[in-house]
Structure formats: structure tokens, C-alpha cells
């Protein structure tokens, strides 16, 4: 098995527009394409991760509209599975208006699955008599089934759900004092490279990062190239990379490499939550994850004069680093993934781009950021995000440097254990057991939020 092209395959890919969002259109589309049929209905069950990133984001070409049904409209009209998550590049002014209409017709609906702790997303669409349902489970493009009439068409063994009715949004709110019960989705073994790479140590999993061939280079590339071209159109937005220019100019920020890295990824995000006509390079299924692993280590690579060469190679290891970090805390988790996976991803590869596989080092660093950063919960995608991508780059960069001068917490620091693989299984015991009704209180604010402003 090669990790780093497993990798790359199921976490590092482009994505047009907020992966989660546009996993519920590929999942309409997976339908809808099966159905055969034009699509007069369509349902979808979520789970609270997706549920919350969907809610106020742009869908790209979309009018400016938000929202995880407004994405799945538009790829149940579409039905082009094949495009994956860059499908809703096809779309033109008539299938705006057809997915307008079934929308807007009230013929959608989304259920939240309270207490669904792995990624689940659930499109049955439905024309002329017929049905078809597309599940994803264990990744953002991982089709674990698809039936039509009730006949199994693609995957196989029994989904299990909660058996609950559509909520209309209103996520199902536990019991005072309860924890939510997990919900079996359909019965997807964990991948093969994700076994093995949450059985590795740090230093193995970064070992792929230093035996590139010219593909990965160039895919590598490619992921930096989109990523930048982003970042160009975030200053139109006027969001946290505009603010943060206006605080330059005001005299309060310095023309510094900090001031440079966060300012090219801030307005990246900016840009990606405003709904930009343009695809991001993921890390970890995750668009803004994606800008924040190769931007980072890229901007500060370069301005620190760092071969080329070597800082594609700490790029690769940012990536591996944040599919490793998510094998501990879960795909999508109450914590930010800006914050924490991508932020302990580019502090190491900052770290391997002046002393390799330096364990001692990448400990020091990993634990800073965890020490910095550790429970800085996830509220949603959302232009705010940029705000959160700044705080990350910002301790990505200082953890990393002090660490390359030895700093760093001692293992009787808070989360911080005695390595850096002690320090993981720590943020994700806060994470998968210690916050577990983060979500289900955040999908209720979000909830009432929403109906106070009469949007329900």
C-alpha cells in the first residue's frame, strides 16, 4: 500500500465549494442518476457535522443562496455523478432555475441524525413513480450504497438508521444530562490505509514525505496553484483578509512573514465561504484544511528560503499529518479542524522543512498548538472560518519555531502527554467523550437562531 497516494485519493482532492454541502449535491446526483427520471422530491438525512457546515455557507453558483438542500437540488437536477465534488461546475442558468423551483416548490427536506457521530449523508430522491437513494459514509465520496425501488444497485449488508421522521431542521434534542446515542450508518469497514495509519507512529507516518515520485510532485503543485488562485479572489469579499489589510494600513499589524501567510489564507477562505467560482485543493476532505495545510508551509517555505523541492516534500508530510490526526479525533469533529488538525499539519511540516523527521521537534510543536488551540470548537462553515484559519496559521508558525529552539510544553501541561501520539489520544478522549454535547447544543442554537429570524 502506498499511504501517501491513499491519501491523496480519499482526503486530497479539489472541491468546489464547502465539501460538506457539496457531498449532499453528490449524493443527489448519485440518486438522481440512478433514478433515471426527473427528480420531484428529494430527502435528505445528514449527520450533525454536515448538518452544521451546510448552514450558512455560499453553494457556488447558486445565486447566493446557503445550505446543504440548495446544494442537493442542484445535484439532483444535475445527476453527474461523475464530476464528484467539483460537479456543480456544471451548472448554468437553467438547472439554477429547475433546482430554484424544486426547492422552492417546498418538495425538499433535511433531516439532522442526533447523535450520528461518523460522516452519513442520505439523498433519496424521487420522479414518476420510482425512487432512488444514494448513501455516503466514511468519506465525503465513499458511496456505500445505492438502491432504486428498494433494490440494492451498488453496496451491500443492512443500513441501520435512527427510524425517525424528517425533523424540517429541528435536530432532535436529547434528554437533560443524556448523551446522544450513537447511530449506526450503513456498515462501512474503516478504509485499509486508515487502519494502518492510526496503528503508526508520527515518524512512520510521515516517512512517504521523503520518497515523492514526479506525480505527487506535481499533484502537490497543482493543490499549492488552486489554493493561490483562490486566495486572489478573497480581497473582493471584503471579509477577515480585508480587515486585516485595513489593520496594516491602520498601523496596528507589521509587514511581517506572519502578517503575509495569514492575510494569503484568510482571504482564501474568504473566498471559499463566499461561494468563489473557483475549486480548492482539500486536506483531509476538508477545502479551508486544504488552504491552510499547503499555503502555510508553502508561504513560510518560501520566505525562509527552503528548497523548493523540500518544501513540496513538507507539504506531503502537512497532508499525511492531517489525515493522521483525524484517524484520533473522528472526520468530523466538535473541535476545529482549521485549529487542530491542519494547525498541527503545518506546524510539523514547518518543523521537517529545516529538520526532517525530527521526532523530538515535532512533539515540541504538535503539543504548542494543542497546548495553544486545544478545544477550539467547530460552529459550522461559515465566513467567520476565516477568523478561526487565522488563529491557525498564527500558532502553526509560532509553535513551529519554537520548537525548532526547543520549546515546548511539558507532558504535565493540560492535554500535552509524553509524546506526540500521547498527545493525539488525548485530544481525541476531549473530543469523541469529553464534548459530546457540543453538537447536539450547537444544532439547537442554530435551530432557534434560525426560526427566531423567521427562516424556519
Given at each position: 500500500?502506498?499511504?501517501?497516494?491513499?491519501?491523496?485519493?480519499?482526503?486530497?482532492?479539489?472541491?468546489?465549494?464547502?465539501?460538506?454541502?457539496i457531498?449532499?449535491?453528490?449524493?443527489?446526483?448519485?440518486?438522481?442518476?440512478?433514478?433515471?427520471?426527473?427528480?420531484?422530491?428529494?430527502?435528505l438525512?445528514?449527520?450533525?457535522?454536515?448538518?452544521?457546515?451546510?448552514?450558512?455557507?455560499?453553494?457556488?453558483?447558486?445565486?447566493?443562496?446557503?445550505?446543504?438542500?440548495?446544494?442537493?437540488?442542484?445535484?439532483?437536477?444535475?445527476?453527474?455523478?461523475?464530476?464528484?465534488?467539483?460537479?456543480?461546475?456544471?451548472?448554468?442558468?437553467?438547472?439554477l432555475?429547475?433546482?430554484?423551483?424544486?426547492?422552492?416548490?417546498?418538495?425538499?427536506?433535511i433531516?439532522?441524525?442526533?447523535?450520528?457521530?461518523?460522516?452519513?449523508?442520505?439523498?433519496?430522491?424521487?420522479?414518476r413513480?420510482?425512487?432512488?437513494r444514494?448513501?455516503?459514509?466514511?468519506?465525503?465520496?465513499?458511496?456505500?450504497?445505492?438502491?432504486?425501488?428498494?433494490?440494492?444497485?451498488?453496496?451491500?449488508?443492512e443500513?441501520?438508521?435512527?427510524?425517525?421522521?424528517?425533523?424540517?431542521?429541528?435536530?432532535?434534542?436529547?434528554?437533560?444530562?443524556?448523551?446522544?446515542?450513537?447511530?449506526?450508518?450503513?456498515?462501512?469497514?474503516?478504509?485499509?490505509?486508515?487502519?494502518a495509519?492510526?496503528?503508526?507512529?508520527?515518524?512512520?507516518?510521515?516517512?512517504?514525505?521523503?520518497?515523492l515520485?514526479?506525480?505527487?510532485?506535481?499533484?502537490?503543485?497543482?493543490g499549492?496553484?488552486?489554493?493561490?488562485?483562490?486566495?486572489?479572489?478573497?480581497?473582493?469579499?471584503?471579509?477577515?483578509?480585508?480587515?486585516?489589510?485595513?489593520?496594516?494600513?491602520?498601523?496596528?499589524?507589521?509587514?511581517?512573514?506572519?502578517?503575509r501567510?495569514?492575510?494569503?489564507?484568510?482571504?482564501?477562505?474568504?473566498?471559499?465561504?463566499?461561494?468563489?467560482?473557483?475549486?480548492?485543493m482539500?486536506?483531509?476532505?476538508?477545502?479551508?484544511?486544504?488552504?491552510?495545510?499547503?499555503?502555510?508551509?508553502?508561504?513560510v517555505?518560501?520566505?525562509?528560503?527552503?528548497?523548493?523541492?523540500?518544501?513540496?516534500?513538507?507539504?506531503?508530510?502537512?497532508?499525511?499529518?492531517?489525515?493522521?490526526?483525524?484517524?484520533?479525533?473522528?472526520?468530523?469533529?466538535?473541535?476545529?479542524?482549521?485549529?487542530?488538525?491542519?494547525?498541527?499539519?503545518?506546524?510539523?511540516?514547518?518543523?521537517?522543512?529545516?529538520?526532517?523527521?525530527?521526532?523530538?521537534?515535532?512533539?515540541?510543536?504538535?503539543?504548542?498548538?494543542?497546548?495553544?488551540?486545544?478545544?477550539?470548537?467547530?460552529?459550522?462553515?461559515?465566513?467567520?472560518?476565516?477568523?478561526?484559519?487565522?488563529?491557525?496559521?498564527?500558532?502553526?508558525?509560532?509553535?513551529?519555531?519554537?520548537?525548532?529552539?526547543?520549546?515546548?510544553?511539558?507532558?504535565?501541561?493540560?492535554?500535552?502527554?509524553?509524546?506526540v501520539?500521547?498527545s493525539?489520544?488525548?485530544?481525541?478522549?476531549?473530543?469523541?467523550?469529553?464534548m459530546?454535547?457540543?453538537?447536539?447544543?450547537?444544532?439547537?442554537?442554530?435551530?432557534?437562531?434560525?426560526?427566531?429570524?423567521?427562516?424556519?
Amino acid at each position: 500500500m502506498n499511504l501517501l497516494k491513499e491519501v491523496f485519493a480519499h482526503e486530497v482532492y479539489p472541491a468546489f465549494g464547502c465539501t460538506e454541502p457539496i457531498s449532499c449535491a453528490y449524493a443527489a446526483a448519485t440518486a438522481a442518476a440512478e433514478l433515471g427520471e426527473p427528480v420531484e422530491s428529494l430527502r435528505l438525512r445528514v449527520d450533525p457535522g454536515t448538518y452544521k457546515n451546510g448552514t450558512a455557507v455560499v453553494v457556488p453558483r447558486s445565486g447566493g443562496a446557503k445550505g446543504n438542500l440548495v446544494a442537493a437540488a442542484l445535484g439532483a437536477v444535475l445527476a453527474r455523478p461523475d464530476r464528484k465534488l467539483e460537479l456543480l461546475e456544471e451548472t448554468t442558468e437553467d438547472v439554477l432555475r429547475r433546482a430554484t423551483e424544486l426547492y422552492g416548490a417546498g418538495r425538499c427536506q433535511i433531516e439532522c441524525m442526533a447523535g450520528q457521530s461518523d460522516f452519513h449523508v442520505e439523498a433519496v430522491v424521487a420522479g414518476r413513480g420510482h425512487e432512488a437513494r444514494c448513501i455516503l459514509a466514511g468519506g465525503h465520496t465513499r458511496v456505500a450504497r445505492v438502491e432504486k425501488d428498494g433494490q440494492v444497485v451498488r453496496g451491500a449488508g443492512e443500513e441501520t438508521g435512527t427510524g425517525s421522521e424528517p425533523s424540517d431542521g429541528n435536530p432532535a434534542k436529547p434528554a437533560s444530562g443524556e448523551a446522544p446515542v450513537p447511530v449506526s450508518s450503513a456498515a462501512q469497514p474503516p478504509l485499509a490505509y486508515r487502519v494502518a495509519l492510526k496503528r503508526m507512529s508520527m515518524a512512520e507516518a510521515l516517512e512517504p514525505a521523503g520518497r515523492l515520485d514526479g506525480d505527487d510532485r506535481a499533484y502537490i503543485r497543482r493543490g499549492v496553484e488552486m489554493n493561490l488562485a483562490l486566495s486572489e479572489l478573497g480581497f473582493e469579499v471584503g471579509g477577515t483578509a480585508a480587515q486585516l489589510r485595513q489593520m496594516h494600513r491602520d498601523g496596528f499589524l507589521a509587514e511581517d512573514m506572519f502578517y503575509r501567510a495569514k492575510l494569503s489564507v484568510a482571504s482564501a477562505v474568504d473566498a471559499r465561504m463566499a461561494g468563489a467560482d473557483r475549486a480548492a485543493m482539500t486536506s483531509g476532505s476538508s477545502g479551508n484544511q486544504g488552504i491552510v495545510a499547503t499555503l502555510t508551509p508553502y508561504l513560510v517555505g518560501r520566505e525562509m528560503g527552503i528548497d523548493p523541492e523540500r518544501i513540496i516534500e513538507s507539504i506531503a508530510a502537512a497532508h499525511l499529518v492531517n489525515a493522521y490526526v483525524k484517524c484520533f479525533v473522528g472526520e468530523l469533529s466538535v473541535i476545529c479542524g482549521c485549529a487542530m488538525a491542519a494547525g498541527i499539519a503545518s506546524a510539523t511540516a514547518i518543523v521537517y522543512q529545516q529538520s526532517g523527521i525530527d521526532l523530538r521537534r515535532i512533539t515540541l510543536a504538535a503539543g504548542n498548538v494543542i497546548g495553544d488551540l486545544g478545544g477550539l470548537i467547530c460552529d459550522g462553515a461559515k465566513p467567520g472560518c476565516a477568523m478561526k484559519a487565522v488563529t491557525a496559521v498564527d500558532s502553526a508558525i509560532r509553535s513551529a519555531l519554537m520548537a525548532l529552539k526547543g520549546f515546548g510544553p511539558s507532558s504535565d501541561d493540560g492535554l500535552v502527554g509524553q509524546t506526540v501520539e500521547d498527545s493525539l489520544r488525548n485530544l481525541g478522549r476531549i473530543t469523541l467523550e469529553g464534548m459530546f454535547q457540543v453538537d447536539p447544543t450547537l444544532l439547537q442554537i442554530i435551530h432557534d437562531k434560525t426560526a427566531a429570524s423567521g427562516k424556519a
